[in-house]
């Protein structure tokens, strides 16, 4: 096989760095550049989902997230006024050994990525920018600049933009960012606080000066977000200071904290937004470069991460020569939706936060402390927040023969035991798995193109085999990220699979 180009990779944030470690894995060479002058400082995103971690568990084992010095397992959520506690929201699951949410600053997420990508020998490119690009038959020609070694140009055969709300490639391919911003101002602050608090449990103070949101960034660290409500013509814009926060504590919250030391303070507006397609040709957007929304619900970097996992095993299908590439529009085809979803959704949400009517405040307070209360709850909160509910029935990559229960191509494969051990822990290896329950029939196909296909044998009464409905001699095939591609009763029928998507 003639050796490949790299690919490029423009934003070294959490989902360029994603993209760029899962396509290394694959055995694509990857260049990756950014502007900036190095990895982030700050804190922004805090919680990795559960459904993050397992789609990277493969190549990203959890534990190197988990073990992060700066990482706390997510139990729940606290809803509290300015005068008492409304409830709890019990978020994590006890018989997963999953995490629902692991809380790390992105600065820590990143570290993570960073470290990795450098065992594979790859080598973040900072102080350096895309400036313009052209759009060839063969691939993408790029002038980049590097602070240390000035302007050059360089062909790729595939772009991969990963560079933000503001992104360059968006605006050079002249790309509609079709939304809305919300005419609301809101503030942000991360702070030390004197007293012991519990790192595990996120809280939602509901006042009447508006929704105070706080985020724990370790046992004595936290993070505040407020709607300050609509901008005002008299009002000073501009990031608040320490003592704003402070008298925000004192008279919106009954957690009596006193703040020690500030770290980052901002305001910030949120925009709702999403580009019409994920793909235009060789060039492929992820992240907020191709979805930005209001942080409620936390979606917004795992939404990135996944898209990162899904492009990068059919990126690398593609620029291998193993599949053609309209394989590439699945990534459009399956991610988009999600992105719409997380977008709507966490707009209501946020709606729902920056409430001013007192009557209508009441009401949600009164209605949340009725659901708190509701032992059913927390299982239906769960999998959208842990993004372990995500699907992509119906598509065209889940168009294969359908299994016996409840779970069907498109769908996660469940988070269940096999020999005593997660499922999870024997799919960390590049490529796809086929599940098969019992021996089987030998003649299952062994690669993809040039790449390996794991064969699992599943104890016929096992909760695994049992959970996907398969009868003796039947499989399942697991995609490279996590996701059901098709059952199949016979070799044949997982031949005619593969070649319908992969020839």
């Known amino acids: 096989m003639p050796e490949l180009e790299p690919i490029l990779i423009v934003g070294a944030g959490p989902v360029g760095l994603a993209a760029a470690h899962r396509l290394a894995w694959h055995g694509c060479p990857v260049r990756i550049i950014e ?33 992060h010095a700066e990482a706390h397992r997510l139990h729940g959520a606290i809803l509290q006024t300015s005068e008492e506690t409304i409830g709890q929201l019990h978020l994590d699951d006890p018989e997963s050994a999953t995490p629902t949410g692991l809380l790390l600053p992105q600065s820590a997420t990143e570290e993570v990525l960073i470290e990795r990508l450098r065992e594979q020998g790859v080598e973040v490119e900072w102080n350096t920018s895309l400036i313009d690009f052209q ?5 993408i020609a790029c002038q980049i600049r590097s602070a240390e070694n000035g302007d050059s140009t360089a062909h790729f055969p595939w772009v991969v933009g990963a560079d933000g709300a503001h992104s360059r490639i968006r605006h050079g391919l002249k790309l509609a960012f079709p939304g809305e911003s919300v005419d609301r101002r809101w503030i942000l602050g991360d702070f030390s606080i004197e007293q012991e608090s519990d790192p595990h449990f996120m809280r939602a103070c509901l006042s009447d000066g508006g929704m105070i949101g706080l985020f724990p960034v370790g046992r004595h660290r936290w993070r505040m977000i407020h709607d300050t409500g609509e901008p005002r013509p008299d009002q000073d814009p501009g990031d608040p200071s320490t003592e704003d926060l402070q008298r925000l504590l004192d008279e919106q919250t009954s957690t009596g904290w006193k703040i020690r030391e500030s770290f980052w303070l901002s305001e910030f507006f949120i925009n709702e937004r999403i580009v019409d397609n994920y793909r235009h040709g060789r060039i492929l957007l992820a992240g907020d470069a191709a979805h930005v929304h209001s942080p409620a619900g936390g979606q917004g970097m795992n939404t990135g991460l996944q898209d990162a996992v899904n492009l990068a095993w059919k990126l690398a299908l593609v620029a291998r020569g193993d599949a053609a590439p309209r394989l590439l529009d699945s990534y459009h085809e399956e991610r988009h939706p999600v992105g719409a979803h997380v977008v709507e959704t966490s707009a209501r949400m946020i709606r729902m936060a920056m ?19 509701r032992p059913w709850l927390p299982p239906r909160i769960r999998p959208f927040l842990s993004e372990t509910d995500i699907s992509y029935r119906n598509q065209s990559l889940a168009r294969g023969h359908r299994g016996n229960a409840g779970v069907q191509p498109g769908d996660r494969l469940p988070d269940l035991e096999e020999a005593g051990q997660p499922i999870y822990r024997s799919l960390r290896h590049p490529g ?7 021996a089987g029939d030998a003649g299952w196909p062994n690669t993809i193109g040039d790449q ?52």
């Open 135 to 139: 759009v060839e038959a063969d691939g």
């Open 432 to 438: 796809f798995t086929i599940l098969v329950a019992g």
């Open 355 to 373: 409430l001013r009517n007192p009557l209508l405040r009441r009401l949600r307070a009164f209605m949340l402390r009725h659901l708190l209360s």
């Open 452 to 503: 390996a296909l794991v064969r699992i044998e599943l104890a016929l009464d096992g909760p695994l085999a049992q959970g996907l409905g398969l009868q003796a001699g039947e499989a399942v095939l697991v995609r490279p990220d996590a996701y059901i591609g098709t059952f199949a009763r016979h070799p044949e029928d997982l031949r005619s699979w593969l070649q319908t998507h992969f020839s």
């Open 35 to 67: 502007a900036q002058s190095g990895p982030t400082s700050l804190s922004k995103a805090l919680v990795v989902w559960q459904r993050s971690l397992e789609t990277l568990d493969a190549s990203l084992p959890m534990d190197r997230f988990s073990r």
